[in-house]
């Protein structure tokens, strides 16, 4: 089973975040074989992280809980929320195989959030620029939530438009990067 799983930053957290960021790398080294894509947003400048977003394929749901809420940043504090849902990989890939690399051009995490009818089931056109896409889901898997994707794009309002907009009851678009060891 394939989870999306968003930790958003407290705002006067930063400095723990660093203090704690080896025990994270750690931590997330552990999930290696599983991750579908990791990294941090950031603020619009790309200066400082908002939030960490991990893309596993787990076991089952006992088992993303765990990954979620045994982080050391969540631990100790650091985030002021965490998303997470079931997911779908409809690229079948993860973010190492996107075929446009690490460090080229703008990288958005795009979540277009709202239960009712499912949108967006296609993979949009712009596959190329899209790093990993899939459904946001119930714990059940029975209902669509949402849609979240990485896409490479050339700003914000071009990374929003890879969704439909009346779709969905809102879309976040967050500065977003590869993450990991270098």
Same mark, same amino acid.
């Given at each position: %089973? =394939?989870?999306?799983?968003?930790?958003?930053? $407290?705002?006067? #957290?930063?400095?723990?975040?660093? =203090? /704690? /960021?080896?025990?994270?790398? #750690?931590? %997330?080294?552990?999930?290696?074989? =599983?991750?579908?894509?990791?990294?941090?947003?950031?603020?619009?400048?790309? =200066?400082?992280? *908002?939030?960490?977003?991990?893309?596993?394929?787990?076991?089952?749901?006992?088992?993303?809980?765990?990954?979620?809420?045994?982080?050391?940043?969540?631990?100790?504090?650091?985030?002021? @929320?965490? %998303?997470?849902? $079931?997911?779908?990989?409809?690229?079948? $890939?993860?973010?190492?195989?996107?075929?446009?690399?690490?460090? @080229?051009?703008?990288?958005? &995490?795009? &979540?277009?959030?709202?239960?009712?009818?499912?949108?967006?089931?296609?993979?949009? +056109?712009?596959?190329?620029? &899209?790093?990993?896409?899939?459904?946001?889901? #119930?714990?059940?898997?029975?209902?669509?939530?949402?849609?979240?994707? /990485?896409?490479?794009?050339?700003? +914000?309002? *071009?990374?929003?438009?890879?969704?439909?907009?009346?779709?969905? *009851?809102?879309?976040?678009?967050?500065?977003?990067?590869?993450?990991?060891? #270098?």
């Amino acid at each position: %089973m =394939e989870f999306f799983c968003y930790h958003r930053d $407290r705002s006067d #957290s930063l400095a723990l975040r660093d =203090e /704690l /960021l080896e025990e994270h790398w #750690s931590y %997330m080294d552990g999930y290696g074989a =599983e991750m579908i894509a990791r990294g941090p947003t950031m603020t619009g400048d790309g =200066e400082t992280p *908002t939030g960490s977003v991990h893309i596993v394929d787990l076991p089952d749901p006992a088992a993303a809980r765990a990954f979620a809420f045994d982080e050391p940043g969540y631990q100790a504090g650091v985030y002021r @929320d965490v %998303m997470l849902r $079931r997911w779908r990989n409809i690229l079948g $890939r993860t973010m190492w195989d996107f075929p446009g690399g690490e460090t @080229d051009g703008n990288r958005y &995490l795009v &979540l277009g959030l709202g239960a009712g009818q499912a949108a967006d089931l296609d993979v949009p +056109p712009e596959q190329d620029e &899209l790093i990993a896409y899939g459904p946001l889901l #119930s714990d059940d898997g029975a209902s669509r939530l949402g849609t979240a994707a /990485l896409v490479r794009a050339t700003g +914000p309002d *071009t990374a929003r438009a890879v969704l439909t907009p009346d779709r969905y *009851t809102d879309i976040e678009v967050h500065n977003w990067q590869f993450g990991g060891r #270098s």
